[in-house]
């Protein structure tokens, strides 16, 4: 049970690049979730999705696209970086039946030249 | 939407002192109000949370205490160790809702 798995871990993209940030998670969790970390501004989510098929935006969506095709994977797709999308991303999960604990993946930094 | 306010943005005591993070939240219908510790480069992790059919919760040496009329809620840590440096995050969610942070406590234990 490996719980929720980011990668990759670090990346470095260049002004105007593309890529998909991959999220896991093997306990059949309902809903899952995608915060970016900035100094000083705490985790400000991006989209969420509470099952397969449905996704919705978060208070901060705008440069990023996500899916929901499975239950386990929730990828988060930056279709042109800029340097504003310089962060650390968190995935989560949570089970509806649990409704408590927000299970975080390990993060992933990303850095946008 | 939910409004998290948290304060103070860092905090240092010496060892043994205890620390309280404060915390209010704007939408009435939240329910669900988790604390979340994070080390440096690490995960956050929920250290304790409580929901609202109850006032105060402890662990050990952390409590949480709920205000629900004045819509605020505190993280307190008493004999405060070294170890308990780190950032702290107060969050709150209606139902199942999406959960929404503050913006962090770093916290400071001096030996």
């Known amino acids: 049970n490996a719980g929720v798995t980011q990668t990759p871990k670090f990346q470095v993209l260049k002004t105007g690049q593309s890529m998909t940030l991959q999220c896991a998670q093997d306990m059949n969790h309902e809903y899952m979730s995608w915060y970016r970390q900035d100094p000083g501004m705490g985790l400000r989510l991006i989209h969420y999705?509470?099952?397969?098929?449905?996704?919705d935006q978060g208070e901060v969506p705008n440069g990023y696209n996500v899916s929901r095709s499975t239950t386990e994977d929730f990828p988060l797709r930056l279709l042109s970086a800029a340097p504003s999308q310089t962060s650390v991303y968190f995935c989560a999960s949570i089970s509806r039946a649990a409704a408590g604990e927000l299970f975080f993946g390990e993060g992933s930094r990303l850095t946008v030249l | 939407g939910e409004n998290v306010e948290q304060h103070p943005s860092t905090l240092s005591v010496q060892e043994g002192d205890s620390a309280v993070i404060k915390c209010t939240y704007s939408d009435s219908a939240s329910n669900y109000f988790p604390w979340y510790k994070q080390e440096l480069g690490k995960r956050p992790q929920l250290i304790i949370d409580i929901r609202s059919n109850v006032g105060e919760k402890k662990d050990q040496r952390i409590a949480v205490t709920l205000n629900k009329t004045a819509k605020h809620f505190s993280l307190h840590i008493t004999e405060t160790q070294p170890e308990d440096s780190a950032v702290y995050f107060c969050a709150a969610r209606a139902g199942f809702q999406k959960l929404v942070f503050g913006t962090g406590t770093r916290l400071l234990v001096s030996p």
């Open positions: 999705s509470v099952g397969a098929g449905i996704t």
